[in-house]
C-alpha cells in the first residue's frame, strides 16, 4: 500500500504538503471553547472566570487629551458633551478566552446609544474598533456571568450602568462644573459621589504639560452581580492593559492626591487638545 501512496506524495505541490502539516484549525477552536466554558486559562490553566469584582470607568472629555503623547490624535465629536465610558473590566484575571470575535452585527440595535454614551475621542480608532477591543480583552471574562454572555448583552449592562451612574448630572447639581479657573478637591468631589458611588470609587487625574492635575477618570467598584462596591483586596483599582498603539501614555491616570487641588478642564470641541485656550 505504501508503495501506491509514495509516489502521490511527491507529486503533490509543496505548497499542499504544507497545508497537510497544518493544525486542525476547527479542533484548536473546539478546545478554545471548551477553556472557556468551564473558565480554564489555556496557558496556565488559571480560571479566568473567578473573577468577584468589575470596575466600571467612565471618563471625562475634556482631559482626554491630556491622557495623550501626541495630543493631536485627539478629537471629540460635537454631540459629545459629557462623561463618556471607557470600559467595564473585571478584575484579577488573566487574559480572556479569544474564542469569541465580535462582529458589528452584534451591537447594531446599541449603535447610537454606544456612538453617544461610548465614543471614541482617537483620530486613528473608530468607534467600533473601540468597542470590539473592550469586547475581546473585558468583555469576554464578563461573558461568565449570564446577564453579559454575549456582546449585546455586555454592552447593554453597560449602558444601563451608564444612565445610573449619571455623574455629570450629580456634579452639576452640587455646583461643580467645569473651569478652566477653579479648582477642586478630592474630599469635596467624592462627598458628592459617595452616595451613589460607594466609598470605593476612585476620581483619577493625568498630569498635564502645564504640570497640573487634571480630573480624568472615575472608576467604579461593582461585585459580580452589579451592586456597588466589592472587596477587591487592593486590586481592583490597577488599570487593565486596555490601551496600545502610538500616542498613548503607558499609564494615563493616577489617583487624584488628596492634598493636590485638580482642574476639571471644560470640553473644547474646536481645540481639544486646549480646552483652555
Known sequence: MWCSVLPLLFSLSP????????????????VNWEDYKYGH?????????SWKCLLFTLQWPGAFCQSLDEETLCQIPQSINNWTIHGLWPQQTMSCCACWPMFHSD???????????????LKTRSSFHFWREE???????AACVEGMNSPLRYFQICLKLRGQFDIHKLLEDAG?????DRLYKVAEVHQVLAPHLGDKHEIQCVTDNKDREVWFQVKIPLSRNLTVGCDHHGSAHRDPVSRSGPGWRSSPGHPCSPQ?????????HEQPQ???G
Open 15 to 30: 505548497a499542499v504538503l504544507f497545508l497537510l502539516q497544518l493544525p486542525d484549525y476547527t479542533t484548536t477552536q473546539e
Open 41 to 49: 486559562h489555556s496557558s496556565d490553566n488559571k480560571p479566568f472566570c
Open 107 to 121: 451591537v447594531q440595535e446599541l449603535e447610537a446609544e454606544l456612538t453617544e454614551h461610548w465614543p471614541s475621542l
Open 135 to 141: 469586547w475581546e480583552k473585558h468583555g469576554v471574562c
Open 176 to 180: 461643580i462644573t467645569p473651569s478652566c
Open 260 to 268: 493636590v487641588p485638580f482642574y476639571y478642564l471644560p470640553i473644547n
Open 274 to 276: 486646549q480646552p483652555c
